[in-house]
């Protein structure tokens, strides 16, 4: 067999296996999450950009490292409810996506958002429509398990652990009094 052959064969082998392990790698760039609404969502295996509305669920972005990660928030959120005092200067340069009800999707597309977090309702329909995905928050959860599972959706589930115990355990002194 001629030499110069055998060599084209191993490079076009090569090449097609190298590629085959890119499209492999862009497939495992998205995973599979279940919210607390108990949808299956898929998400970028790294989340880098987050659009939050609801100040309690930016509040725990923040205390788990995420507020980086923050690119919109609601009208909402910008209402002094003892958030503002911690970052006023963030929060008052954070562009503006609508309120809790409606989020303007031109605005939305413009951010570029990895993901929503909210609650279950009219956004997340508003926010697939132009291909968005929203995680959702319930009421039926505690606070550490929200906790846990924003730190799970944002890469930082370390910070959140580390939080959810901390307040798991002032509960239980502020219990014990």
């Known amino acids: 067999m001629n030499r110069p052959l055998i060599k084209v064969f191993f490079v076009l082998v090569s ?15 998205q995973r599979t999450i279940i919210d607390q609404s ?13 659009i939050v509305p609801f100040p309690w669920a930016l509040n725990m972005v923040c205390a788990v490292g995420g507020r980086d ?5 609601s009208t909402y959120a910008r209402k002094d409810m003892g958030f503002n005092a911690l970052f006023p200067e963030w929060l008052k340069t954070m562009p503006l996506v609508g309120d809790l009800k409606e989020l303007n999707k031109e605005m939305v597309l413009e951010l570029k ?43 930082r589930s370390r910070q959140a652990q580390e939080l959810a115990l901390y307040y798991d355990n002032m ?7």
């Open 15 to 29: 090449l097609l296996l190298l590629f085959n392990s890119w499209s492999v790698s862009a497939a495992e760039a």
């Open 113 to 155: 958002p990895d993901l929503v977090i909210h609650t279950p309702g009219s956004i997340v329909e508003q926010m697939e429509s132009i291909n968005v995905p929203v995680v959702t928050l319930t009421g039926k959860t505690t606070v550490p398990e929200k906790i846990r599972f924003i730190g799970q959706v944002v890469n």
């Open 38 to 50: 108990g949808r299956s969502v898929a998400i970028p295996a790294q989340v880098r950009r987050v």
């Open 69 to 73: 990660l923050v690119v919109g928030v």
């Open 171 to 177: 509960i239980r002194l502020v219990q014990s009094k």
